[in-house]
């Protein structure tokens, strides 16, 4: 988790939308596949019941065939004239037969009844056997047997494999349904867990922000405060990362550094004997401070100087270590930068600036407030 926190904060953002788009495109990837394995086997079942609707309006159709062959059989009075009729007879009621039996297998919904069916029908070849058998002696006689014993029975027959076929449709209607209805659920489902998993991603990224960066810029922030304060001692919390703020920290623990040195040396010219007797005479001037890049100016009273800097007695509160100013001293001709290194109650030490250019002209201005002085 440090080593996360620590990436840097573009590696963050992109770590997140990755990890985002994967688990979107893992979920999606999830839902798809559950979803065509269901839809697959609505598939099947709409198939099979299709097919057994399909054999059932078959079975119908051969048994109307085997209606008409029955009455063309009680009218054929020789064996030669009913052996055509008879070999189409085997084959309707072989097809009406298998058509039973597909459907039987195919909606097991209906199976027994189908199986019901089929034994009616079983039932109608010893009367369509009598049929043939009367044809040939006493044709009226089996006329009177097609119209009295086989057609209702092979009409209510009839009428029960149409109920039926109609509720093997209902059947596929309501399969229909109930797939359509999955796939609404589902598609719920999917935007519902896309939901979640949005939420747990925006979490994940708050968390990560949360210790990757806020939590490290509020510590950065309480150690510019305490530079500012002019604690300039130890080192500066977050200087080991190797992110961004790891970065800042390490610069603001330079800034530290730098001031520190710069308030050591000014505080060793003020202590120096010969420096504070060459310039005493000039205690007590005033001197005219400006920060650089802003408008705000203050005034003090000098309390001591060198070439290291100058300490002044003034109210400078708000300003932080390390301001940058410009400072004209009595009867200098030009304004001199330094630094804010030091801040009490009711003085202030400004570090110069240590370039030849900043040397030359506090030595001229010191040069002439001395002579002036003497």
């Given at each position: 988790m440090r080593r996360i926190a620590e990436l840097p904060i573009l590696m963050k953002g992109l770590l997140v939308v990755a990890l985002g788009i994967a688990s979107e495109i893992a979920i999606a990837a999830f839902a798809a596949h559950g979803l065509n394995r269901v839809q697959a086997s609505y598939d099947a079942a709409l198939e099979r019941e299709a097919e057994a609707a399909y054999q059932l309006a078959m079975a119908s159709r051969f048994l109307q065939g085997v209606q008409r062959h029955a009455v063309r059989l009680a009218i054929r009075p020789t064996e030669a004239e009913q052996a055509p009729v008879t070999a189409r007879?085997?084959?309707?009621?072989?097809?009406?037969?298998?058509?039973?039996?597909?459907?039987?297998?195919?909606?097991?919904?209906?199976?027994?009844?189908?199986?019901e069916a089929r034994a009616e029908v079983e039932r109608l070849g010893p009367v369509l056997g009598e049929i043939g058998r009367l044809a040939r002696t006493d044709a009226p006689a089996a006329r009177a047997l097609v119209q009295d014993r086989f057609d209702p029975v092979s009409d209510a027959l009839r009428d029960r494999l149409d109920r039926l076929a109609v509720e093997g449709q209902r059947a596929i209607d309501r399969s229909q349904e109930a797939a359509a209805s999955f796939a609404s659920r589902t598609l719920v489902a999917m935007f519902a867990v896309s939901g979640v998993a949005l939420l747990i991603g925006i979490a994940a990224a708050l968390l990560l922000f949360t210790f990757g960066v806020t939590r490290p810029m509020r510590a950065l922030g309480a150690e510019v405060e305490r530079v500012a304060r002019g604690e300039l001692e130890g080192s500066v919390a977050g200087g080991d990362r190797r992110d961004e703020i790891g970065g800042l920290a390490r610069a603001v623990e330079g800034e530290a550094r730098s001031l520190g040195a710069e308030l050591d040396a000014f505080l060793a010219a003020m202590r120096d004997p010969s420096e504070r007797r060459k310039y005493e005479r000039i205690d007590g001037r005033d001197a005219t401070v400006t920060?650089?890049?802003?408008?705000?100016?203050?005034?003090?009273?000098?309390?001591?100087?060198?070439?290291?800097?100058?300490?002044?007695?003034?109210?400078?509160?708000?300003?932080?270590?390390?301001?940058?100013?410009?400072?004209?001293?009595?009867?200098?001709r030009e304004a001199v930068a330094a630094r804010l290194v030091r801040l009490a109650d009711d003085n202030a030490g400004f570090a110069f600036r240590q370039d030849p250019a900043s040397l030359a002209v506090i030595d001229a201005c010191l040069e002439r407030l001395t002579r002036r002085a003497a």
């Open positions: 007879l085997d084959v309707l009621a072989r097809e009406l037969n298998t058509a039973l039996q597909t459907a039987e297998r195919r909606n097991p919904a209906l199976g027994a009844r189908i199986a920060v650089i890049g802003g408008d705000v100016t203050r005034r003090g009273r000098i309390a001591d100087i060198s070439r290291g800097g100058v300490a002044l007695r003034g109210t400078f509160a708000g300003w932080p270590a390390g301001t940058s100013v410009r400072i004209e001293l009595p009867g200098g």
